[in-house]
């Protein structure tokens, strides 16, 4: 056994995942090398009567609790720590910024393989691909072995080859078949790893030319690489600005460093994929929640030793190690998909400043429409402005206008006038984009006779109408029942949806545009995987007329031959409770516009409305974002709202209607004894809404005009509310900087 030289042993203190603010401590095994005890070793210890990984935070002398009542460490998993110490500090910050337990935010920095104690080894994952022949064989000389046609044209649709996992999901009897086209030579197998990055022929293929906007910006942060900034890059839809962050990332990679690339959303990580791999003869690593466990911890691992150059990854690949760190870029950075809204609830815009000033590197936050907190930081010169204002080519921004649907009469939320408009695109073989943000038929079922409506069980909420697989489904709880045809409080049986939804608007289109070929896209018609990405593909072959779909059509995809966009339920966004709303409908109208005309063909946008003096729509149509933008923060600055104050929202639920009110004002209660005078503290009051899944939900708001205020009245609160004696009878959560109020 390891002693230390006083004779004292050795103690280890460790966080471990679980909702409780304290470590704990633990006597070592009885056989270790002190050589490989750093912070942030994984480690196996028992807890309660079970066993936990846990993680070294550092070694201690003495402790609390009598050495002997100790348990002992049962295994020391890895030799080194795998976070460097920068890494380490990141984790204390956002442990205490976001006041959350510190064995949550370590969990959450690694994937779920290696929290789950697995070797920390990098495993090469087999692929089939395509041989020469594969890719040159029309599949039709398959014809008389349908199976291995199947996978034949499968294969061809996915030129990077499918994994052995890819090839389950997709279809379960797929051994045979692969394995006789692998004897004609039309298949091969081959091991993927992250490979080593070199820092020969980095580009594949030719860089772009760029316009003197774009270069201005690749130059401007380029030369700052090396050192932290943070840089905002607004650029207009169509603008380039892939392009910049490409040519910066060459710049990186020169360099022999890594890149860190976040995205909103999984549906924008496939085509950025593409770009890069097309342009960069480097190693790439993906990271989202749609991956293996091994997939996310192979990307994890070869960005920590550094074999890989690059990470693609979504909100949770933040805190990925980086062995060279060169450059982090956030793209679309406005997106409120970058704020974790359950469990650990962090920024991960707000971190990655934070830790790009940790590791002395630039931070590069892309948008068509920046988050007012970021112009606000630009105005107090904590970032730089960089401006693409012209599309990149030939392209024209497309011309905006609204609709006036007062009166009008209407085929489904279709108005004769929008429907002419279109049906003159489609004559001249160009495609037509519709975005509604609502997924199923309908968002209420009510009766015509009595005025009763399909409500949810669970929630304050009206059960959606999902027409084709014959249900009534919760969208916030996922409770689902058979779609019925007979009013139950009156019998009479007149039943009628209110309301569009996709499915509602596809099945109209269909009537209207007969022998059109229209495509649907939502989280419904896309659960298969490889369906966006198929779907994608028909609608860049030209192999469809008419788009439709919610707010993964918003951002990042590149339609040529999209020179018409409709958003049909504009008001739909005009009134809400929440003061983000209007800037979230201002930068979904901007960014859903730019799906038109991104090529030579000029492009425009109709957004039907029944409001259309609203100063909204008329500010964003005559004088653009960046004038709506200083408007909001005007309204913002008078209101004392965010960014022009600082906000935590703890949040309560129970099955018991009173239990999160009483818990909520004993915290209101040791706020008020704790407060210095400029931390308002509002409520508690029911949430938006007031139940769901069952639980009734009420929340406490705290607003401060000075941060270190806002957060010293929280560390104070936080080990007082744990000992209050309803915690224990509620589910609460602290939300500092939350998004919504809901």
Partial sequence: MVKLQSGNELVFRVAIAIPVYRLFDYRPPEQFELAWIKPGIRLEVPFGNTKKIAFLVECIQHSDIDIGKLKRVERILDEKSLLSAKDLALLHWASRYYHHPLGEVFSAAFPVALRQGKAAVIQTEKHYVLTESGRAIDSELLQRTPKQKSVLEKFQSQPKGLSVVELSEWNQNWRVSVKQLVEKSLLELVSLGCGANTVHAIIRNNILQCNFEQQAAIDRVSDSLGQFGVFLLEGVTGSGKTEVYMQIIHAVLKRGQQVLVLLPEITLTPQLEERFRQRFNVSIAISHSKLTDRQRATAWLSMQSGECAILLGTRSALFTPIKNPGLI???EEHDASFKQQEGFRFSARDVAVV??????????????TPALESLYNVDKKRYCWLHLSERAGNAKAPLLQLLDIRNKKMREGLSE????????????NEQVLLFINRRGFAPTLICHSCGWVARCGCCDANLVIHYELGLLRCHHCGQEQRLIKQCPACKTGDLTPLGLGTE???????????????????????????SLENYLQQINEGRVDIILG?????????????????????????????????????QLIVQVSGRAGREEKPGRVIMQTRQPEHPLLTTLISEGYSHFAKSALAERKDASLPPFSYQALLRAQAMDAEMPMLFLEAVALLAQEHSKGHTHILGPVAAPMARRAGFYRYQLLFQSSRRPELHGLLDLLMPEIEKLKHARKVRWSLDVDPVDLY
Avoid: C, W, Y
């Fill in 550 to 586: 919610t707010q993964m059509l918003a951002k990042g995809h590149h339609f040529p031959n999209v020179t018409l966009v409709v958003i049909l339920d504009v008001d739909s966004g005009l009134f809400s409770i929440d003061f983000r709303a209007p800037e979230k409908l201002a």
């Fill in 417 to 428: 006038l929008l429907i002419a408009d279109m049906r003159r695109t489609l004559a001249k």
């Fill in 355 to 368: 830790r790009g000033k940790l590791l002395a590197i630039p931070v590069l936050l892309g948008s068509a």
């Fill in 504 to 530: 509602r608007v596809e099945k109209v289109l269909a009537e209207v545009f007969i022998g059109k070929v229209i495509v649907r896209l939502d989280r419904d018609s896309t659960q298969r995987k490889g």
């Fill in 329 to 331: 870029i956030l793209d």
